[in-house]
């Protein structure tokens, strides 16, 4: 099979690692890629947001099958564009989409089907918003602009005062451009954070492996929210009949009523979740592998990614066995300073060699480029992620902060506590 992936962060060099490991893969591209992913394919210049130059390569190129790492092509409608082409492609139309391209949507669409979540309002006009946020009595509150942020426009504001200056930064400052527009109050929700992802076919819905996020940028989950600075899988909190109810209250429900709305959902259902005291409630719904989780999820697989997306696109997903490795993996992402505000570019990296060889250790490249001279310098907020497996969770983070050692950058940051909660509960940090 030749196969193109679409992106160039930290998820998509996951995804082409993945299936750069497949037998059935003859030729893998990468669009645009990063210089980690060069290692395993061919770059082809472009932009992943051009959803018809993507198209027009994928025919050039004669790919078999087209993989969409980040959500903005499908939102754009991708996956019409390919259809209308012929073009077989792995994520959800425009249509589905819309479950992450508009927060107000899906709260809509959970509520229509009994989904659990927290109370929520929905605000086109800054005034309305500000007055409903002084006349709450109780705090904190969730603020959030209702399209694509990059995982950034959500703020946890603590009192009306944060409520209010997040609000001014969404839709007056427009600090995240037309996802401001419209804004979303939510309750703040008191628990446990855990990630699901959830391959979707015509009839069938399987779970990953859980995996737990940490978005906040500093250590003890303080500090703004960032697009994710670690992971780790298995999520022990994640309990078996936890599991089960979430099929059956969220994952099931959501998907019979895209399918009852007309939408033809095909590809990976990531339910955030809180495990409250009165059970599992959904924080948000993506419509792609999360990143970092994917970072953890896809090297403890052992079922050929490959096969599992054909099987989603031909819906014989519950024919295809789903196996995951007894291994622990964690990531944690090494990030350019300033961010996730703005952030310099260009700076030298080095001791990415060293950082390779400690047992166990993959390095994903997120905002990676190389300069004139070949070498390797940062271009992004998130530059790297650290992933380590190890039999037990203790072993995989000593892994991955061995090798975060070795790697160096000016202003580097990363957190030093990614998987701290899971050890807490077994005992082990």
Not at 142 to 159: E, W, Y
Not at 260 to 282: D, E
Request: net charge neutral.
């Amino acid at each position: 099979m030749r196969i193109l992936v679409v992106g160039g962060g930290g998820r998509e060099h996951a995804l082409a690692w993945k299936l750069a490991a497949s037998r059935r893969v003859t030729r893998l591209f990468c669009l645009p890629g990063n210089p980690g992913m060069a290692e395993l394919g061919e770059l082809v210049p472009g932009a992943a947001e051009d959803v018809e130059a993507v198209a027009d390569a994928a025919a050039r190129l004669k790919v078999d099958l087209t993989v969409v790492g980040p959500e903005g092509p499908l939102v754009r409608g991708i996956g019409e564009v390919f259809a209308a082409r012929g073009l077989r492609l792995f994520g959800p139309g425009a249509a589905g989409a819309r479950l992450e391209g508009s927060k107000a949507w899906a709260r809509e669409l959970m509520t229509g089907c009994g989904v659990p979540g927290p109370d929520f309002a929905v605000f086109d006009e800054p005034a309305r918003a500000r007055d409903y946020l002084l006349g709450r009595s109780a705090a904190p509150v969730v603020v959030k602009a209702d399209g694509l942020a990059a995982g950034k426009g959500v703020v946890v504001a603590r009192d009306a005062v944060e409520a209010l200056e997040a609000l001014k930064t969404i839709m007056e400052d427009r600090a995240f451009g037309e996802a401001g527009r419209r804004v979303v109050v939510e309750e703040c929700l008191e628990g446990e954070e855990v990630s699901v992802l959830a391959l979707v076919d015509g009839a069938s819905i399987r779970q990953l492996a859980p995996a737990q996020d940490h978005k906040r940028l500093l250590d003890g989950d303080r500090g703004p929210n960032t697009g994710g600075m670690g992971a780790y899988s298995p999520a022990p909190v994640y309990a078996p009949d936890t599991a089960r109810q979430v099929q059956a209250q969220i994952l099931e429900p959501v998907a019979q009523e895209l399918r009852k709305r007309g939408v033809a959902y095909r590809g990976v259902l990531y339910a955030g979740l809180m495990l409250t005291a009165s059970g599992p409630k959904v924080l948000e719904f993506n419509v792609r592998f999360g990143d970092p989780e994917a970072q953890v999820v896809l090297p403890r697989l052992k079922t050929d990614l490959t096969e599992l997306l054909e099987a989603v696109l031909e819906d014989r997903l519950d024919a295809v066995e789903v196996e995951f490795s007894r291994q622990a993996a964690i990531c944690v992402v090494v990030a350019s300073p300033g961010y996730p505000g703005s952030y310099p570019s260009g700076l030298p990296i080095s001791g990415l060699e060293r950082a390779s060889r400690v047992t166990g250790v993959t390095l994903f490249h997120a905002g990676t480029a190389r300069d004139a001279a070949g070498n390797l310098v940062t271009a992004g907020g998130r530059v790297l992620g650290v992933t380590a497996l190890g039999g037990s969770l203790r072993l995989a983070v000593e892994r991955a902060y061995e090798a975060v050692a070795y790697i160096s950058f000016p202003g580097m940051h990363y957190r030093r506590d990614i998987a701290r909660r899971a050890l807490v509960r077994e005992g082990e940090a």
